[in-house]
């Protein structure tokens, strides 16, 4: 069975950073893509990156290019995401999520869930 | 970029079809992805490829592309189904981006 366990969320002030991480098992995690979806409060989903299985190709949603940083670590099946520069903005629940193929990215077929991320003064 | 216009809300009874609607300017070839998503919980996909059920959901979920509008039809509609929906793509250009709509509210009567 495919479980992935997000940690790391809480209250950070503007300009501040977090780094959430995500536990996977149940699958070979080195052969999937992984991403990093939000949700902020009653809003819609919201897909903020993507890593590779490999850590050879990674995409940012605009909203966060150069502030956000993904990785993994294939070895202990987990991903990384790096928050620096935190906005009141990026305040949500952070959504770890697994590609439905081995070595494409197509939608997501497995879910955590999710890490709250509060950014407030 | 690219977006995807969903309905905010639908509204059905007991028994009847549910029908949910997906518009982009043109889905280029990529297939249509549909979640489904309860208060509190993370999203479940429902409907992949377009009209392809992952394990364990109901025949009831079913899906069809035109290349212009995605469809998501839930039939003969259970108080379970209560949900939000969104439809999603792989953006294969210049994105590379997993693009989302903006969500159904399914409503049961």
């Known amino acids: 069975e495919v479980q992935l366990l997000e940690s790391g969320g809480g209250l950070v002030q503007p300009g501040g950073s977090l780094r959430l991480s995500c536990a996977a098992s149940g699958f070979t995690f080195s052969t999937y893509a992984m991403s990093w979806v939000r949700q902020a409060p009653g809003k819609g989903l919201e897909w903020v990156s993507v890593?590779?299985?490999?850590?050879?190709?990674?995409n940012y949603a605009e909203s966060v290019k150069g502030r956000f940083t993904i990785s993994r670590d294939n070895s202990k099946n987990t991903l990384f995401l790096q928050m620096n520069s935190l906005k009141v903005e990026d305040t949500a629940v952070y959504f770890c999520a697994k590609d439905v193929l081995p070595g494409i990215t197509d939608c997501f077929d497995s879910w955590g869930q999710g890490t709250l991320v509060t950014v407030s003064s | 970029s690219y977006v995807l216009t969903q309905p905010p809300s639908v509204s059905v009874a007991p028994g009847k079809t549910a029908t949910i609607t997906c518009g982009g300017d043109?889905?280029?070839?990529?297939?249509v992805h549909w979640y489904q998503q309860k208060p509190g919980q993370a999203p479940v996909l429902v409907i992949f490829y377009d009209s392809d059920r992952p394990s364990g959901i109901p025949e009831r979920f079913s899906g069809s592309n035109s290349g212009n509008t995605a469809t998501l039809t839930i039939s003969r509609v259970e108080a379970g189904d209560e949900a939000d929906y969104y439809c999603q793509v792989w953006g294969s250009g210049s994105d590379h981006s997993y693009v989302f709509g903006s969500g159904t509210r399914v409503t049961v009567l």
């Open positions: 890593m590779s299985g490999s850590g050879g190709t990674i």
């Open positions: 043109y889905f280029g070839g990529q297939s």
